[in-house]
């Protein structure tokens, strides 16, 4: 609204004030503590790594997983230095550091969040970044048998076969990231998730809350006595068609960029966008090592391959022009 300089003032009888509640995050630490069963939490004693991306789950996090027996190694936590600007989404740089340090300290896994916590970008124990793909089959994977869980429609496939496997009922909803929350509302399940890192628990709240996530991850890891990278093992690999493009790290970020501006409809994750093309929805994604980018697209439909094989063509192009 102010860059089109399109400005609404309120009117005096619509103006209030804002408050702050006092204690808020002791209420937020004592409901998300109550919500977790600590128990084999504490038993396991289990060390996770947490990036807080500068954002307030530095404030409440920490006391959070102190108080369910985790051990925590924080980083990016308080505020930012002066020349850094944070973004909503970590970097994929701050992903591969979380990964080495999941070597280099044995820990469980290592999160990195969302500047405000909504979203969860997972790590497993071996230091391999968890494509929200398959972190969302293993959601699938470890919910009881008999749960509803709502998706995103722009979700892999694979999600589908985990979820026939453990008897769920697996209701796709189309639309963007944003609607899964009123899908939840509306169709009454257990569990609500997307593709980009979000996952909704309608008994403690209907928005995503990515530490809740995490204490639910450690609780089910430390309760089924599991490693995250056995589970991330156990998904097979998605039936793919998959195109692949030279570009080094600042031109890839910028391919990405003019994709995420170009379409309504996307799923966006660090390093990763995937958008809709008539009924196909291509994923196109960095190398997080640098030096890549992939396209992907479902390989059992015939036209989703071609689709695929113009929008590599297009970004070719485009890659060139950003040289």
């Known amino acids: 609204m102010f860059e089109s300089h399109h400005a609404v003032r309120a009117i005096p009888t619509r103006i209030g004030w804002v408050t702050y509640a006092e204690y808020i995050h002791d ?8 919500y977790i069963d600590s128990a084999p939490i504490t038993a396991k004693e289990p060390l996770v790594l947490v990036d807080m991306n500068f954002g307030p789950a530095s404030e409440v996090f920490p006391n ?6 985790a051990r925590f190694i924080g980083v990016n936590s308080g505020r930012p230095p002066p020349n850094l ?12 550091m979380l990964g080495e340090l999941c070597k280099a300290t044995g820990a469980s896994f290592a999160v990195a969040l969302s500047s405000d916590a909504s979203h969860a970008y997972f790590i497993d124990d071996k230091g391999r970044y968890v494509d929200p793909d ?13 749960s509803r869980l709502a998706i995103t429609d722009s979700a892999s496939r694979i999600v589908d076969a985990i979820a026939e496997k453990n008897k ?3 209701i796709r909803v189309k639309g963007i990231a944003g609607d899964i929350a009123r899908g939840v509302r509306r169709l009454r399940v257990n569990l609500g998730a997307t593709d980009s890192g979000e996952v909704i628990f309608p008994q403690f709240s209907l928005s995503p809350d990515g530490m809740i996530l995490t204490a639910k991850l450690l609780e ?23 195109l692949e493009l030279e570009a080094d790290q600042s031109v890839a970020g910028k391919v990405l960029d003019a994709v995420f501006l170009e379409h309504t409809e996307v ?46 063509e297009r970004l070719g192009e485009l890659i060139e022009s950003l040289k």
């Open 134 to 146: 398959i972190f969302l089959a293993i959601v699938a994977l470890m919910i009881p048998q008999g």
């Open 168 to 170: 769920l009922s697996l």
């Open 27 to 34: 209420i937020y630490a004592s409901s998300a503590t109550s």
């Open 64 to 69: 959070i997983l102190s108080s369910i027996g």
């Open 85 to 96: 600007v944070p973004r909503q989404l970590p970097s994929l740089k701050t992903l591969n």
């Open 220 to 242: 089910m890891l430390s309760t089924e006595e599991v490693r995250l990278s056995t589970l991330v093992e156990a998904i097979p690999e998605a039936s793919l068609y998959t």
């Open 267 to 312: 799923a966006v994750a660090p390093g990763m966008v995937k958008y809709r093309v008539g009924e196909t929805w291509v994923k196109v994604h960095q190398d997080l090592g640098g030096g890549k980018i992939y396209v992907s697209v479902d390989s059992s439909n015939k036209a989703a391959i071609e689709i695929a094989k113009k929008e590599y």
